[in-house]
Antibody, heavy 115, light 112 residues
């Protein structure tokens, strides 16, 4: 079964950091582009970051550039999102998603930035 | 950024009747490779989004053939030929021709 499982979300104060992880199974992870996408009731769905199969190409939405870092470990079938200098507007459900050979989304992990 | 505008935002439909959702982009989605990367997603209540359609009109594996996509350039449509109860949810268009990839606001389909 193709599956993505996110972890690492939680409550963090403004200015703080969190590291999200996404564990992939059921498909050839190293063959897929991977993404982090977030969802809020107010802003809807927003693509946060995107990384190519070997990590050679990385894209970020402007609002997170310089604060978030996407990375992957193909040996561990895992995707990561390091989030620093968090703001209230970063509060959202964060999904990891795969593209190409397998197109699927995880169940999401909730990030709440609040004092 | 490419703005994706969906209409209607709310779509009450009688079971067995057809449904149609429009999506317009603020610029052409024809990629430099000649392809148009317009996708449709379904998000059922309490679930993650699931892709139904990619490259305007190609159905993903397991998607019922009552779902179809069409369009070109900046105007796209998702049609459901006969709505079933399991189709309730929010539908999003999404362009992946240009970075950043962007989503429409979503269309909530409900049963009358």
């Amino acid at each position: 079964e193709v599956q993505l499982v996110e972890s690492g979300g939680g409550l963090v104060q403004p200015g703080g950091s969190l590291r999200l992880s996404c564990a992939a199974s059921g498909f050839t992870f190293k063959n897929c582009w991977m993404s982090w996408i977030r969802q809020t009731p107010g802003k809807g769905l927003e693509w946060v970051a995107h990384i190519s199969q070997e990590g050679s190409y990385i894209y970020y939405v402007d609002s997170v550039k310089g604060r978030f870092t996407i990375s992957r470990d193909n040996a561990k079938n895992s995707l990561y999102l390091q989030m620093n200098s968090l703001r209230a507007e970063d509060s959202a459900v964060y999904y990891c998603a795969s593209w190409g050979e397998a197109v699927t989304w995880g169940q999401g992990t909730l990030v709440t930035v609040s004092s | 950024d490419v703005m994706m505008t969906q209409s209607p935002l709310s779509l009450p439909v009688t079971l067995g009747q057809p449904a149609s959702i429009s999506c317009r982009s603020s610029q052409s989605l024809v990629n430099s490779d000649g392809n148009t990367y317009l996708n449709w997603f379904q998000q059922r209540p309490g679930q993650s989004p699931r892709r139904l359609i990619y490259e305007v009109s190609k159905r993903d594996s397991g998607v019922p053939d009552r779902f179809s996509g069409s369009g070109s350039g900046t105007d796209f449509t998702l049609k459901i030929s006969r709505v079933e109860a399991e189709d309730v949810g929010v539908y999003y268009c999404m362009q992946s021709s240009l970075w950043p990839h962007t989503f429409g606001q979503g269309t909530k389909l409900e049963i009358k």
